[in-house]
């Protein structure tokens, strides 16, 4: 199967999981992530008209994406991997959606350069709701008042939560308590969902599903 055939398999899958609960398709939206793979192999997907795609290192989407922005108009770009502080430089010039939000330093750093860059990428909170201590994200525990720090004390705008559950357990109960800590916060957007799981996701209020190796094909973490 071909990187289009793969595509065109994910997008009836997301239809048809948004169809079966009563979700119109157009509210969920497929992030492709492309994360160690080449530009070249972003063209096929961009000449189908697709343009919304995650990567998880800023040097990497430093050096991919300049040139496939040259060629093709409308592409939306979004963090979905951890950001340090000294790159939110880089991030904000970068990224038009930033999903990795967890510290008040990243908070901080990004409230300073959004100013500074007179640009406003789209800001998402990540929430670790298996709580794993190698894993980026704010405490679920912590959420509301990170949130509020972020709106209040940095005047950022949260558009919506992300989380990456434990990979050994069930995704539901990650998806439900994100969703949760959503609607008590006034959130609309849900970024949770990958290739293993992105239809229950979708059953759970997803409006955004992060999709790679289910569309790309296997990943080499050698590039």
């Known amino acids: ?52 795609f995650g990567e998880n290192r800023v040097q990497e989407a430093m050096g991919k994406w300049p040139g496939l922005r040259d060629k093709f108009s409308g592409i939306e770009l979004h963090l979905i991997g951890p950001l340090q502080s ?30 500074k860059q007179g640009k406003r990428p789209r800001l998402f909170v990540q929430v670790n709701t298996g709580a794993e201590p190698q894993k980026a994200g704010v405490p679920p525990e912590d959420a509301d008042a990170f949130i509020a720090v972020c709106r209040e004390k940095h005047g950022l705008e949260i558009f919506g939560l992300m989380c990456v559950p434990p990979v050994d357990e069930q995704a539901s109960p990650h998806f439900a308590l994100l969703a949760d800590i959503a609607e008590r916060n006034g959130l609309k957007e849900l970024s949770m969902g ?28 050698s590039r």
């Open 1 to 52: 199967m071909t990187i289009i055939d793969r595509y065109n398999d994910a997008k009836a899958a997301i239809a048809r999981a948004a169809t079966d609960c009563g979700r119109d398709p157009a509210s969920v939206t497929l992030v492709c992530v492309t994360k160690t793979f080449p530009a070249e192999d972003a063209v096929p997907l961009l000449e189908a008209g697709h343009r919304v």
């Open 86 to 115: 000294n790159k939110a430089k880089e991030a904000v010039e970068t990224f038009d959606v930033i999903q990795s939000v967890d510290r008040e330093k990243i908070a901080a750093a990004l409230a300073g350069e959004m100013k």
């Open 194 to 221: 990958m290739s293993a799981d992105f239809e229950l996701a979708i059953q759970l209020g997803a409006t955004y599903v992060r999709v790679g190796s289910a569309i790309m094909g296997h990943r080499d973490y």
